[in-house]
């Protein structure tokens, strides 16, 4: 709950509602070359965390230096526009691209800790078994 270190719902609904920016600017202007997509941060050591979260038990998070490489990434490779469109989680894409040497990747913490919205998810499994009940590719 807010107050006792997590977020008030106003947060969490800009949140929710920038999942679906990247989609929808790619659509208006992906086929003018413009890449849109949307960067995960994940948790970021800052100061500020540590400053606001720590009584909490917020600690760790990765280096800004994650973020900073990942948009370059984004800037300067013509593969970005694979991701035209899409929600990328920052950490794991500079972890599994190798972006930052040194850095030993993501934390990941208990299972619990976190629970995702998964909707989407659950709605494109049920219209790929509706496809393959209807024998639509």
């Known amino acids: 709950p807010a107050g006792e270190g997590g977020w008030g719902m106003g947060y969490g609904i800009s949140k929710a509602a920038f999942q679906r920016v990247a989609g929808f600017l790619c659509v208006e202007l ?9 960067l995960q941060p994940g948790l970021i050591r800052t100061e ?29 490779q013509p593969e970005a526009f694979e991701h035209n469109g899409a929600t990328v989680e920052a950490q794991f894409f500079c972890h599994d691209q190798r972006l930052l040497p040194g850095w030993e990747g993501p934390w990941v913490g208990p299972a619990a800790a976190t629970r995702y919205e998964l909707a989407g998810a659950r709605l494109a499994e ?12």
């Open 30 to 38: 992906g086929e003018r070359g413009i890449l849109c997509v949307n």
């Open 126 to 137: 049920l219209e790929a078994r509706r496809r393959r009940e209807l024998g639509i590719s």
């Open 48 to 76: 500020r965390l540590d400053a606001d979260m720590g009584e909490f038990g917020f600690k760790g998070g990765a280096p800004p230096d994650v973020m900073g490489a990942v948009v370059a990434w984004f800037a300067t």
